[in-house]
């Protein structure tokens, strides 16, 4: 087998397997760090008849953490994977943002450049912290990120 395929299989199965690892993170950290974090610092919970929060939460856990997996330990193209993941959290923002044409006039363009820009502070986020653990991890264990990228 040619050594470019074998390495893009390598890192092919590697950053689907972290997707996983995100999933099941995500899954399972919601209900344990919704109350503490989400209702204590970035919002207030309940109040309503129905509350999103939980799956808002989730959304922007797992908006951080497939970001912050990936770059810290992708290999190939992990900045692409972090693409591709991000796109349907993307596209639902878009789905669920903008209106029907039919009620333009009461579309609110700053809730969902609100919207957008939130999110987009999660990808940031995980990006940055990805990227100083891997500079970190390079710097201090250089044989890891070696195999690893």
């Not at 395929?5 to 950053?15: G, Q």
């Not at 700053?110 to 939130?118: A, C, M, Q």
Request: hydrophobic share 55%.
């Amino acid at each position: 087998m040619n050594a470019t395929i074998k390495s893009h299989l390598i890192s092919f199965i590697l950053n689907l397997s972290l997707v996983a690892v995100v999933v099941l993170l995500t899954y399972f950290l919601t209900p344990r760090t919704y109350e503490s974090i989400f209702c204590r610092y970035l919002s207030s919970c309940g109040g309503g008849w129905v509350d999103y929060g939980p799956v808002l939460w989730a959304v922007a856990l797992y908006t951080l953490l497939i970001s912050l997996f990936l770059v810290t330990f992708g290999g190939l193209l992990r900045y692409w994977w972090v693409g591709v993941c991000n796109a349907p959290v993307f596209l639902l923002i878009l789905y669920l943002a903008l209106p029907p044409l039919v009620n333009i006039q009461n579309f609110d363009f700053f809730g969902t450049i609100y919207l957008l820009g939130v999110w987009s502070i999660y990808i940031a986020g995980g990006l940055a912290s990805g990227l100083v653990i891997r500079k970190i991890i390079q710097k201090l264990v250089p044989g890891v990120m070696a195999k690893i990228s």
